[in-house]
C-alpha cells in the first residue's frame, strides 16, 4: 500500500475470497461484504500523504469487540441483532489508522469458555485439522489470520483467550501489559485481568498494530498513564545481549505433553544460542489455578452471569463452574484477594531476577471439538480447561505481557506454541524476544 503496489479495494477484494474459500471453519459471525469496499474505495481516494498506518489493511474484529453500525453478538443468541452506534476504543483506533472491518470473528457467548463454540453459528474449526478446536475465546480471530483472511484481528484475553488460540493455530498472539491498550466501555467483569491485543503473522505486524492501540484514556479505570516508546523501533534495536531467562515446562506443578515440554525446552536452547544466559527456573506459585478460577466465578456471577436466559446458552463446562460452584464467604474472598497480592509481588521479585520466562503456552496441542484431554503426558488428569490451559491465566493475574511465539508442530501436524512472558511494562522486551525467536 504504502508503495502504491496494491490498492485497498485490491486487498479487501482477495480478503472477502478468502473468507469464502474457508468458510466451512467458521472464523466469522458476520461479513461485511459491501461497507468494507465502500471504505476501501474511500481509502483509495485519499491522498497518500493523509492516511494512517494502517490504511486499506482489512482487519478481522473479534465478536466481543463493539462496532459502529456492524452486528456485535458477544457470541450470544440475545444479541444476534444488536448493532452498536459506536466503536470500542480498540476499533476506533484501528479504523483511525485506516484499517478497514471485513468481518466479526466468532467467538464464543461473551468468551466464557475456552473454545470458540456458540449457538449462534457451528464450531469454530482448527485450519490444520477441522475436526479439532481452534481454541478460545479469540479462536474465529486466530484462524482467519492462519489462513490468510485478514493480516490482522483483535483479540480480548482474560484467561489466554489471545494466545491460547494464536498457539493451536500456530500465529502470533500478543497480550499486552494490563492498561497499556485501552478497553472503552470498560467491562464490569474481570476488570483487574482483560487485555486487548492482536493476532497477526507476524510481530512486526504485532508491533504495528501496539503503536496504534497503546495509549492512556481515561474512560478506563486500568489505562495505563504516560505515552509509550515505539514498539516497530522496539524492534529495530539490536537484540539485548546477556538477557536473563528462566525456561520452564511445568511450572512445577502441571502436567505437559512430552512434544509441549521439547518445544519449550527448544526454544530456550535457541535463546541460549542467541548468547542470553538461560537458566531452568520458575517462580513457587501455590495452586494458581484455584486462585484464578476462585476470584473470576464471583465476579462472572455479579455480572449477570447468572440469568436464566444467560443460563440457557451456555455450554456444561462453564454452568460447572458459574451455576454449581458453592458461593464463596466474605472472609473467604477476601482471603483470595490476599493470594492474588502476593502472587503479583512474588512475579514481581522473580522479574527482578529474569528479563523474561519462557514456558508452555497450552499443557497440550489442540484437541478434538468437544472433548478436553483426560491424559496429557502419560497421566490421568481432570477434563477440564484448567488442567490444559493452566499456564496464561497467571499472566492475566499479574499484568504481565506475554506473546505466543509458533515453536514446530506435533507429530499429528499440530502447531506448538511457546510463551514468552516479560514483567509488567516491558512490552517491548518480549516483542524483541518474540521477533527472533520468529525470525530464526
Known sequence: MAAGETTSVELVEASLRRIAQTRDLNAFLTVCTDRALEEARAVDATPPERRGVLAGIPLGVKDLHETAGVRTTYGSLRYAENVPIQDCSVVERLRGAGAVVVGKTNTPAFGLISETKNRLAPPCANPHDPTRTSGGSSGGSAVAVAVGAVPLATGSDAAGSINVPASFCGVVGFKPSLGLVANVPPSTSLLPFISSGPLTRTVEDAALCLDVLAGYDPRDPMSRVGAPASFVGALACPFPPGLRVAATTDLGQFTVDSEVAAATMG??????????????????????????????????????????????????????????????????????????????????????????????????????????????????????????????????????????????????????????????????????????????
Open 267 to 440: 526454544v530456550a536452547e535457541r535463546l541460549a544460542g542467541f548468547g542470553c544466559r538461560v537458566d531452568e527456573a520458575f517462580p513457587r506459585l501455590i495452586d494458581p489455578m484455584d486462585l484464578y478460577v476462585g476470584l473470576y466465578v464471583p465476579d462472572a456471577r455479579q455480572d449477570g452471569f447468572d440469568a436464566s436466559a444467560v443460563w440457557q446458552e451456555l455450554y456444561p463446562e462453564s454452568l460447572a463452574e458459574l451455576r454449581d460452584r458453592p458461593l464463596a464467604s466474605a472472609e473467604e474472598y477476601a482471603a483470595l484477594m490476599n493470594r492474588w497480592w502476593v502472587l503479583r509481588s512474588t512475579m514481581r521479585e522473580f522479574f527482578t531476577r529474569y528479563d523474561v520466562m519462557v514456558l508452555p503456552t497450552t499443557a497440550t496441542p489442540a484437541f478434538p471439538h468437544g472433548i478436553m484431554p483426560s491424559v496429557i503426558g502419560g497421566r490421568d488428569v481432570d477434563p477440564v480447561w484448567t488442567t490444559w490451559m493452566p499456564f496464561t491465566p497467571i499472566f492475566n493475574m499479574t499484568g504481565q505481557p506475554c506473546a505466543n511465539v509458533p515453536a514446530g508442530v506435533s507429530a499429528d501436524g499440530l502447531p506448538l506454541g511457546v510463551l514468552v512472558v516479560g514483567a509488567v511494562g516491558a512490552d517491548d522486551l518480549v516483542l524483541r524476544v518474540a521477533r527472533e525467536l520468529v525470525g530464526a
